[in-house]
């Protein structure tokens, strides 16, 4: 039952596919689209299912990929990432509809977005290695082509795309050397083989393969310092397609880790899992302080995401940290934490995106330093932004508060343990959260406040209306979620146990008490949003009354105060570039500014100034560093390689020939 | 979990603390104010005088800078109710409110932050450089400040294996010796210092500052008139008065009711506003003797009060 729903799932993303390769200009959009929503309301099918049952769902056929067959298998775990995709998926479909341009609605893109959204539902459910990469590889290929459809009209597309296919294609190669090295030295290639043989691995095979996965599953997710390519290729691709890397196809690369690490390897030694935890914090850091800097509307909402895939590598790194110091509840707890957080992250974050696509239709620009006063121009798609924010800064009673509460209590609870790796590395990471949690803060109220609130800061923002109807329906089922999760968490946490504890260990027993609230089991104090949310209703419907019980005249609209000047312009007030300055002048080791002041003086006299032009710029470390230097290294080698085929035939001959007596003395 | 108390006392102790709250902040700041003044030389006005300047406030019109939306009005109610949600959920006179099983120490940090974001919005909704401007290095120091506290709320946490506000109080009256260990010590001033750069005190803000380009939280609410003023204010009060008798209850926590009855409550009401009173007296005191700091120079303290936090959780792992 559960496989031929998968099957179905598949077959309608396929036909979806073919029907926006083929259909005719006026339906193509609304037919794929509504074909794409039907292979995930499927997908959604099986995998709440999956979860509610715990059956896992088998697909298994020799004929479709050679020599290994596709087998497809999906549990508990997969099922929560199945889940999470078919939303987002479901979503960014509806807000498709109303979404024009960037060439989202051309026959290729048509055809190739279908395929990205099914290959989201089926990475979690591939059962071999074979299996997997060819769907990871779909996966890679198609968002590439998605991130190009707008390649002819901006250039900065054509770059973000190169460092997407350089990273995507360094990451692959990283998966295929881990998941071969392991595939080989257990002699089976489908996972199961794997899991039952990794127990007799020596050590360093596990070690290089889980580092390998690693690479290769982090540079996915836009782990640091693997993310160069996601803040600029999630902002250049079209809005429902920025909404599915971000809160779908991201989420994978954690899936990738747990599932390795977790499922297949068994779990491993400490170091591992500090070294999974450094670079969570590191992403963390790195990529909360940059979107609190940045002033493009999409960029910061993309490192945002490598912040929030750090919060998630942190929870990941200390369950492995605490399931080999032998705390098997407290691991539950913290892999839970991690696994709510993905989901959370991807209802707020692809409501945010897709809210902010609609804001970029609606005034051509993403710039937020060229918005201002929206939330009166644009009320739903305003409010619906609003509420992203407050979830994505942690606010209760809003998602994204109980993901970090609960992340929180199992480091607390993790602490008193006599292992000292845990006990350095604790609070160390409720620091990084709560450093994370403040900039977040900040950067939300720079999103919106610049962005959404004052004046106009130009024309377009002020002549700005609001988008297609379909649009907010898109975003705002995601928005609507994140309030729910954030009140009634009830309605997920039971499923991310069952999915933590599908990769962890069955046997342990339920940590969390129920209901209403969140907390652990025996221990004194819960969390309660509901209770929170209510109470916070309550308090300012109660100040809003006294206020107008004190007070019963209209409120006077009036011009702001000045300084005595007479007139305000808008480009008296604070812009997102000034809003982050002193931010960047506190962390400006880190974020090593360039400034560029131009002055032109009247050619009469120095005294009197003609013209000033001012720019400034945030550098990435990593790219300066890492990257700049690697490339000079790739380019210099190319062009010492260049000199060996010069095109003579009895050179190749030799080549040839040297190769094959290298092969041989290596088997023999 | 749930509390044993009778329904009636655990009522009043959640009207009482609503109350003690509204009343006390703005009289918490006259007092503070009247201290400054009498070490200034000078007499200083009387203690009830932001009670009074509120009551002017309250009939005066409600204007409206007219680029604004609807987040302006929206932000000082949103201070307020957090800050009246905390006073009834937290443990400022007994150890037992009634909802004191949902009082979080981590839930209370962001329910205060909730108020921050919300003024935040306020100041930036009024289309002036001044509100973006304040809005900007209110949040600055906000988000460096994080860290310190969230940290120093482990190290209390530690010990007591919950991060639930009354069973920290609950343990470590019956740990008496707890309070002198040095995480504990080391925990209070990073909360001391945060606490000050929260409610915008000296040396991080200065209170009785007006129209000057070192301002920061003036700047963000200058725009408010009226009733929204003074809800303005009274919110910043009431956030000293909960973040005082919080500060006092966690690390000085005798007197506090720790059963129902009105003598207790009577006993826990009286020691903890002379607790907050002490507090006022010595935090006005500290501040005749400093000046402001300059505002690059604000993150170092904050980055003192986070290493004071660290080694005050490694401490209490060391020394439980």
Redesign the interface.
Not at chain 2, 60 to 66: A, M, N, Q, S
Not at chain 2, 161 to 164: A, E, I, Q, R, V
């Given at each position: 039952m559960t496989g031929a729903l998968l099957v179905a799932t598949a077959l309608l993303g396929l036909a979806a596919s073919l029907a926006g390769a083929i259909a005719p200009g006026r339906i193509r959009t609304l037919l794929s689209s509504v074909l794409t929503i039907a292979s995930c309301g499927f997908g959604l099918a099986v995998a709440t299912e999956v979860l509610h049952t715990g059956h896992v769902a088998v697909v298994h056929t020799d004929r479709l990929l050679p020599l290994s067959g596709f087998s497809l298998m999906l549990d508990r775990f997969g099922a929560l990432f199945v889940a999470v995709s078919a939303v987002v998926g479901i979503c960014a479909m509806v807000f498709r509809l109303g979404y024009d341009g960037h060439g989202l609605s051309s026959r290729t893109a048509s055809s190739v977005l279908p395929l990205f959204v099914t290959t989201l539902l089926l990475v979690p459910t591939a059962a071999s290695v074979t299996t997997f990469l060819f769907l990871w590889e779909l996966m890679a290929v198609s968002s590439l082509l998605l991130v190009l459809v707008d390649h002819r009209r901006r250039p900065e597309v054509q770059e973000a795309a190169q460092w997407y296919a350089v990273m995507t294609q360094f990451g692959a190669a990283a998966l295929l050397l881990g998941l071969v090295l392991l595939a080989t030295r257990t002699g089976g290639q489908s996972f199961a083989a794997i899991a039952a043989g990794s127990a007799h691995l020596p050590s360093w095979v596990k070690s290089s393969a889980f580092v390998l996965v690693v690479i290769g599953f982090g540079s996915k997710a836009g782990m640091v310092p693997l993310h160069v390519w996601l803040p600029r290729a999630h902002p250049e691709a079209p809005g429902p397609v920025s909404a599915l890397m971000s809160a779908a196809m991201v989420n994978l690369g954690i899936y990738g880790i747990v599932r390795v690490g977790d499922g297949l390897l068994g779990g491993g030694p400490v170091w591992w899992w500090l070294l999974v935890m450094t670079l969570g914090a590191l992403s963390a850091l790195f990529g909360s302080l940059h979107s609190a800097t940045s002033t493009d509307l999409k960029r910061l909402l993309a490192y945002s995401t490598t912040d929030n895939v750090g919060l998630m590598l942190l929870g990941v790194g200390a369950s492995g940290l605490f399931a080999s110091a032998g705390h098997q509840s407290l691991a539950l707890v913290a892999l839970a934490a991690a696994l709510l957080h993905v989901v959370f992250h991807a209802v707020f974050k692809g409501s945010l995106f897709l809210t902010a696509s609609s804001i970029q239709q609606a005034t051509g620009t993403r710039d937020l330093d060229q918005l201002g006063g929206l939330l009166k121009r644009m009320p739903v798609t305003g409010s619906l932004f609003l509420v992203g924010g407050l979830s994505i800064a942690a606010l209760p009673p809003l998602c994204g508060f109980v993901s970090e509460w609960l992340l929180l209590q199992a480091m607390l609870h993790g602490l008193p343990s006599s292992n000292p790796a845990i006990a350095v590395a604790m609070p160390i990471g409720v620091g990084v959260l709560a450093l994370t949690g403040g900039l977040t803060a900040l950067t939300f109220v720079k999103a919106a406040g610049i962005g959404l609130l004052g004046r106009p800061r130009t024309k377009p923002a002020a002549q700005a209306g609001e988008v297609h109807e379909s649009m907010w329906i898109g975003a705002g089922v995601l928005a609507t979620l994140c309030l729910v999760f954030g009140v009634a968490p009830f309605l997920v946490i039971p499923a991310v146990l069952d999915a933590a504890r599908n990769v962890i260990g069955t046997h342990i027993p339920d940590p969390l008490v129920g209901g209403w609230q969140v907390g652990l089991s025996g221990i004194h104090g819960v969390l309660a949003p509901g209770l929170l949310g209510l109470g916070l209703l309550v308090a300012v419907s109660l100040v809003a009354g006294a206020r107008r019980l004190v007070q019963r005249a209209a409120v006077r609209r009036t011009e702001a105060w000045g300084c005595g000047r007479e007139v305000q312009t808008a480009r008296m007030q604070y812009t997102a570039t000034s809003f982050g300055e002193p931010l960047t002048r506190v962390f400006e080791d880190v974020l090593s500014p360039s400034h560029d002041l131009d002055v032109s003086h009247v050619a009469e006299s120095r005294y009197y100034v003609e013209a000033a032009t001012f720019h400034t710029s945030l550098n990435d470390g990593f790219e300066r560093h890492l990257y700049r230097p690697a490339a000079g290294g790739l380019r210099w080698w190319g062009t010492i390689a260049r000199r060996v085929p010069n095109g003579s035939v009895h050179r190749y001959l030799a080549f040839g020939l040297v190769a094959l007596i290298v092969v041989l003395v290596v088997v023999a | 979990?749930r509390t044993t108390w009778p329904v009636v006392s655990v009522v009043a102790i959640s009207l009482l603390q609503v109350l003690g709250v509204v009343l006390g902040g703005p009289l918490l700041l006259g007092l503070m104010r009247k201290v400054r003044c009498r070490l200034e030389g000078r007499i200083g006005p009387p203690i009830r005088q932001p009670l009074l300047d509120l009551r002017k406030l309250?009939?005066?019109?409600?204007?409206?800078?007219?680029?604004?939306?609807?987040?302006f009005?929206f932000a000082p109610?949103?201070l307020?109710?957090?800050t009246?949600?905390i006073a009834?959920?937290a443990p400022l006179l007994a150890t037992d409110p009634g909802?004191g099983?949902?009082?979080?120490l981590?839930?209370v940090v962001?329910?205060l932050?909730?108020g921050?974001?919300a003024l935040?919005?306020g100041?930036?909704?009024?289309?002036?450089?001044?509100?973006?401007?304040g809005?900007?290095?209110a949040?600055?120091v906000?988000?460096?400040?994080?860290?310190a506290?969230?940290?120093a709320v482990?190290a209390l946490?530690?010990p007591a294996?919950?991060?639930?506000v009354?069973?920290i109080i609950t343990r470590s009256l019956s740990h008496p010796l707890w309070l002198a260990t040095p995480g504990r010590l080391l925990a209070l001033v990073a909360f001391m210092i945060v606490i000050v750069a929260e409610s915008g005190r000296l040396p991080v803000d200065n209170p009785s500052t007006h129209l000057e380009l070192t301002m920061i939280h003036e700047a963000m609410v200058?725009?408010y008139a009226?009733?929204?003023l003074a809800?303005v204010k009274l919110g910043e009060s009431m956030r000293l008065a909960v973040l005082f008798a919080l500060f006092a209850n966690l690390f000085i926590p005798w007197g506090i009711a720790t059963a129902p009855g009105a003598g207790h409550l009577a006993l826990g009401l009286v020691t903890t506003m002379a607790k907050v009173a002490a507090l006022g007296v010595g935090l006005a005191s500290f501040e005749v003797a400093v000046a402001k700091l300059r505002?690059?120079r604000v993150?170092e303290l904050m980055a003192g009060a986070?290493v004071l936090s660290?080694l005050a959780?490694?401490s209490a792992?060391v020394v439980?």
């Open positions: - | 979990m309250t009939r005066r019109e409600r204007t409206r800078p007219d680029q604004a939306s609807w987040i009005p109610l949103v307020v109710a957090t009246l949600v009834v959920i909802f099983w949902s009082a979080d981590f839930a962001y329910l932050l909730i921050s974001v935040a919005l100041g930036l909704d009024t289309g002036t450089a001044f509100g973006g401007m809005a900007s290095r949040m600055t906000g988000a460096l400040s994080e860290p506290l969230l940290v482990l946490s530690v294996h919950s991060s639930n009354p069973t200058l725009e009226g009733p929204d809800l505002l690059f993150p986070f660290v959780v490694i792992l439980p």
